[in-house]
């Protein structure tokens, strides 16, 4: 390793397939890397790859989710605090099985919502009391209506939503900027098996590409793909009588 990094990203639930994506879309940019997720030690070839082929440190770090009491005690023991914090965490359950095992169902909830929201507060009042920062949280389209096929993750993820939307206008001005990502259907492992349109499908390397450049651009809420702002839109408008007629 014998490149300094530029600035550093902590990516949390870096096991994904979307925070994989990502950590080598910023590694390529000259970014040291902290990767946080539950077992760790299951990073290790991820480790080792990104800091051979990009020569950038790369740091592993345990973090669970849904301890959020052992949030504060994560943040305060990073290395250094971060330039840029990412949320790729997520949990996409089973609608029909979560319906009937509502303890499922919470865990969905905690892992789209609460896990999420709790880290980025303790990161969001770190990097204030610093005056700098991006915050990045992954959230869905799923979360811009409620849907009989979908609703226990897209409720979870609307939540999501609108708290970065409010932590994004309470940061407005400290130094701290704060992204909303939506990236639709995206082909990972998580989705395995599902049947997804093309044209609406993106590939993790797809959304690692739109978060750095939503970074660069200081964008504040985006869609991977525009096309879904449109089919949100039109989802969205349905009168309340139709859309109660209609299992999307």
Same mark, same amino acid.
């Given at each position: 390793?014998?490149?300094?990094?530029?600035?550093?990203?902590?990516?949390?639930?870096?096991?994904?397939?979307?925070?994989?994506?990502?950590?080598?879309?910023?590694?390529?940019?000259?970014?040291?890397?902290?990767?946080?997720?539950?077992?760790?030690?299951?990073?290790?070839? %991820?480790?080792?790859?990104?800091?051979?082929?990009?020569?950038?440190?790369?740091?592993?770090? =345990?973090?669970? =989710?849904?301890?959020?009491?052992? *949030?504060?005690?994560?943040?305060?023991?990073?290395?250094?605090?971060?330039?840029?914090?990412?949320? =790729?965490?997520?949990?996409?359950?089973?609608? %029909?099985?979560?319906?009937?095992?509502?303890?499922?169902?919470?865990?969905?909830?905690?892992?789209?919502?609460?896990?999420? +929201?709790?880290?980025?507060? *303790?990161?969001?009042?770190?990097? =204030?009391?610093?005056?700098?920062?991006?915050?990045?949280?992954?959230?869905?389209?799923?979360?811009?209506?409620?849907?009989?096929?979908?609703?226990?993750?897209?409720?979870?993820?609307?939540?999501?939503?609108?708290?970065?939307?409010?932590?994004?206008?309470?940061? +407005?001005?400290?130094?701290? *900027?704060?992204?909303?990502?939506?990236?639709?259907?995206?082909?990972?492992?998580?989705?395995?098996?599902?049947?997804?349109?093309?044209?609406?499908? +993106?590939?993790?390397?797809?959304?690692? %590409?739109?978060?750095?450049?939503?970074?660069?651009?200081?964008?504040?809420?985006?869609?991977?793909?525009?096309?879904?702002?449109?089919?949100?839109?039109?989802?969205?408008?349905?009168?309340?009588?139709?859309?109660?007629?209609?299992?999307?």
């Amino acid at each position: 390793m014998d490149r300094n990094p530029k600035a550093t990203v902590l990516l949390l639930g870096a096991r994904s397939d979307v925070a994989r994506a990502t950590a080598r879309r910023y590694a390529a940019a000259g970014y040291g890397i902290l990767l946080a997720a539950r077992d760790p030690e299951r990073l290790q070839a %991820e480790k080792t790859d990104l800091e051979l082929r990009y020569r950038v440190p790369v740091t592993l770090l =345990a973090f669970d =989710a849904l301890r959020i009491e052992d *949030h504060a005690a994560f943040v305060a023991a990073l290395p250094a605090l971060p330039d840029v914090a990412i949320s =790729a965490i997520g949990l996409l359950g089973r609608q %029909e099985a979560d319906e009937a095992d509502i303890p499922a169902a919470i865990t969905v909830m905690r892992s789209n919502y609460e896990g999420p +929201a709790s880290i980025l507060s *303790h990161l969001a009042n770190a990097f =204030a009391a610093r005056g700098s920062g991006t915050i990045i949280g992954i959230s869905s389209v799923a979360g811009d209506r409620g849907r009989a096929t979908n609703y226990i993750y897209g409720s979870a993820k609307a939540g999501f939503t609108a708290f970065l939307s409010g932590l994004r206008n309470r940061l +407005a001005g400290r130094g701290v *900027h704060v992204i909303t990502v939506s990236p639709g259907f995206i082909a990972t492992r998580m989705t395995a098996g599902m049947d997804l349109p093309e044209k609406l499908t +993106a590939s993790p390397d797809e959304v690692a %590409e739109a978060i750095f450049k939503a970074q660069e651009k200081r964008r504040n809420v985006i869609y991977v793909r525009p096309i879904w702002r449109l089919i949100m839109l039109v989802i969205r408008s349905i009168p309340e009588p139709v859309f109660k007629r209609l299992k999307i």
